[in-house]
């Protein structure tokens, strides 16, 4: 990679020896953690991805994190390259739960993601017109529902908990708890029927966003971007792509 950096990211503290580098694109997507992570996607690297390149680049990320062997960021230097524009490659719809940041899970720097957050991963249409935004105008590849495990909002669902505006935002919950096929016990108290109906939700939040955004629904039919969801485990770091 030269230092007029036409690969994915400038390396700003060094080599290493035997350290390898994934190409991805024609870009060096996937450093080694001892490198610096020190550029944001460029246009030109963001639009040679496909869809499939960028499920790939998270799933890795994720690896990296459940190893314990992130990438060595240097978000001053991400901040900025990224001032004069942004081209993230997937746009995520995650949960506001402290323990599931999805940057930080998916190894992920400044300018390679956008992420929306509302509790229990659930669609409206302020966040439809986001993600409209980050695919049509912005060019963002992937959307990507990330629900996780012992979700309080789902828990707050099958509870039938009720506060304030809290109330209706769980109410958007609720139809994945019928929808779930589950032969144990069904209440808030069993964390794996809470999970399984996280994952259902997951689901749904997908059919949603393809039945209230006709524009997501025309680019992902058309092979521009792609609709997926996944499940992070919140005790083994891992995130499972569904």
């Known amino acids: 990679m030269s230092n007029t950096d036409n690969g994915r990211r400038n390396l700003l503290k060094g080599s290493v020896a035997g350290a390898s580098l994934l190409a991805l694109g024609g870009t060096a997507a996937f450093l080694t953690p001892s490198l610096t992570y020190a550029a944001s996607l460029s246009q030109s690297e963001r639009d040679a ?13 994720n690896d990296r994190f459940v190893n314990n062997k992130p990438l060595n960021h240097d978000y001053k230097a991400q901040k900025r390259s990224s001032k004069d ?25 400044i300018g390679d993601v956008f ?18 935004f980050a695919c049509a105008v912005a060019g963002a590849k992937v959307v990507l529902v990330l629900g996780h495990t012992k979700c309080g909002a789902v828990k707050g669902a099958i509870a039938n908990a009720k506060l304030g505006n809290l109330t209706s935002l769980l109410d958007k919950i609720k139809p994945a708890i019928g929808k779930t096929t589950y032969l144990g016990k069904r209440d808030a108290d069993n964390y794996d029927f809470v999970d399984a109906v996280a ?9 949603d966003i393809r039945k209230n955004s006709p524009t997501l629904k025309n680019l992902e039919k058309s092979g521009s971007i792609k609709l997926v969801g996944a499940m992070y485990d919140i005790s083994t770091g891992k995130v499972e792509f569904i």
Do not use: H, W
Not at 115 to 132: K, P
């Open 49 to 61: 991805m496909s869809p499939d390149d960028v499920i790939s680049f998270l799933e890795k990320g």
């Open 85 to 109: 524009g942004q081209y993230p490659a997937a746009v995520i719809l995650s949960c506001i739960d402290s323990r599931a940041p999805a940057e930080i899970i998916l190894d992920t720097g």
């Open 115 to 132: 992420n929306s957050r509302v509790a229990g991963n659930v669609s409206n249409t302020d966040i439809l017109g986001s993600m409209e």
């Open 199 to 207: 994952r259902t939700n997951v689901m749904l939040t997908l059919n």
